[in-house]
């Protein structure tokens, strides 16, 4: 097993200015191997520990959540630019969560009688033990909580590999949940690389993998894990199509489509990318989403008033930039946007494209950034081809009035995990979350969530019935 060798540091830079605000220190192969050995002990007293004292931690969690969801607001605003009212409001859906599982998990992983020639026969859901989480930064407490929450309610402990840029955001939810009253090493953050993670997968203790991502990192942990056997979840990158048809609302569209497509500075798997507009009402569309992009206010995100705050770092703006650049080598038009700001920070402003052929990055790759694609077709039929002709396979939606023709297309056309009508595609607790092709596999959230990182187990009982 390949050791860590060197000791990294992480430091913190604010994408809004450029400015090193603190430093981090790594850990040691010997700090890690002893983190994951008292997450295993820690493991083996709380998978004995009742559901009702594990939701009252998990509740306790959620009020600290909401205590404190300016001060995590604030350095998710430092980290990785994050407009301080989007923190805010993703400690509170960290909180909805946490309770969520406190009041289901035990329901959730209630045995399940079933009819045999046994005297008694029925499917247990026990926990496996140490589970490793690797994190990425655009949600830096929601990523973790929703693996977290039905993690730790069923019973397991959990390791964390957060994303370099934010080491304080891992280290405070590491605090909060301690504080909230888990044992003290039944979750606990590493603070190691991205090429450090491999003894770990390795190390026996781990007995699975979750990674939200991008689709080259869950290639690289799918094949490490499974070399070693261990069960993986991969939530990876998505180009989400929006199809918006003849027959839609299109001011209800064009501000839906917007909105998903500045969520979190653009920078989310699951934001609108490709919108694939009905030649019928693609002047009114653009126009409009034009109208809705341009409004939108980009400044410091520590103010209350933005919208869209800087990319979480610079190698990100540059490498979207680029994207921008070569589609419209490629073809596309450019009608707003496009241009890298002047003055410090890693900013971009809000982009809108049209007429964007196949082949150009805007149509293959995802844009992690504010960056709208627009893709215009003839008729619903190509719509569906052209939204399905992707690698990806994370969320979809689907823009018509006519209410049954949508869930027909979201329901048996559109290729992707979650699939939304006239709304914009979201996580909610209550709702299994994932995709398909290359967006991944596996689920979070719901009672398919919790499921993933136990032993569905069979108990059969013989002799007279």
């Not at 004292?53 to 430092?78: H, V």
Request: proline content about 6%; charged content about 25%.
């Amino acid at each position: 097993m390949q050791e860590i060798a060197v000791r990294k540091s992480f430091p913190v830079i604010n994408p809004a200015t450029g400015a090193q605000l603190r430093v981090y220190e790594g850990m040691t192969w010997e700090e890690v191997t002893q983190a994951i050995e008292q997450a295993h002990e820690a493991f083996l007293a709380w998978r004995r520990v009742p559901f009702a004292e594990r939701a009252a931690r998990m509740r306790r969690a959620a009020e600290l959540l909401r205590e404190r969801a300016d001060r995590y607001a604030r350095l998710m605003a430092e980290e990785m630019g994050k407009p301080i009212r989007d923190g805010r409001a993703e400690a509170q859906k960290c909180a909805w969560v946490c309770e969520y599982y406190a009041e289901h998990a035990e329901r959730f992983l209630a045995p399940e009688p079933v009819e045999t020639d046994a005297r008694k026969s029925y499917v247990a859901f026990e926990p496996l033990g140490v589970i490793l989480a690797i994190m990425p930064w655009n949600f830096p407490f929601w990523q973790v909580f929703r693996f977290a929450a039905p993690t730790l309610m069923a019973g397991n402990a959990a390791v964390l590999k957060h994303a370099s840029n934010v080491p304080g955001c891992a280290l405070a939810i590491e605090e909060l949940l301690r504080e909230a009253g888990f044992p003290e090493h039944l979750f606990r953050t590493l603070l190691i690389g991205s090429d450090q993670v491999d003894p770990v997968i390795e190390h026996p203790l781990i007995r699975a993998v979750t990674l939200t991502g991008s689709t080259p990192a869950g290639r690289a942990v799918a094949a490490k894990a499974g070399s070693v056997l261990k069960k993986t979840v991969l939530e990876l990158g998505g180009s989400d199509p929006y199809v918006i048809l003849e027959d839609a609302d299109i001011e209800q569209a064009a501000a839906i489509c917007a909105k998903s497509r500045l969520i979190n500075s653009g920078q989310s798997c699951i934001a609108a990318k490709r919108f694939i507009v009905v030649e019928a009402v693609r002047e009114p569309f653009e126009q409009l989403l034009v109208q809705h992009m341009q409004a939108a206010r980009v400044g410091d995100p520590m103010d209350e008033a933005t919208e869209v705050g800087p990319l979480a770092r610079h190698d990100l703006r540059d490498e979207l930039h680029r994207q921008v650049q070569e589609s419209l080598r490629k073809g596309a038009r450019l009608l707003l946007g496009g241009e890298i700001p002047e003055g410090s920070g890693a900013y971009y402003p809000p982009t809108v494209l049209t007429d964007v052929p196949k082949g150009s990055p805007a149509y293959e790759e995802e844009l992690f950034g504010p960056v709208a694609a627009i893709i215009p077709v003839r008729d619903e039929a190509e719509a569906i081809r052209v939204a399905n002709d992707t690698v990806f396979g994370l969320g979809a939606a689907v823009f018509t009035r006519d209410e049954a023709r949508g869930e027909r297309i979201a329901r048996e056309e559109l290729e992707a995990g979650c699939c939304f009508v006239n709304d914009f595609v979201r996580s909610d607790p209550r709702l299994p979350f994932g995709g398909v092709k290359e967006s991944g596999y596996g689920r979070e959230l719901s009672i398919f969530g919790i499921r993933e990182f136990v032993n569905i187990k069979t108990v059969f009982i013989g002799g007279a019935r």
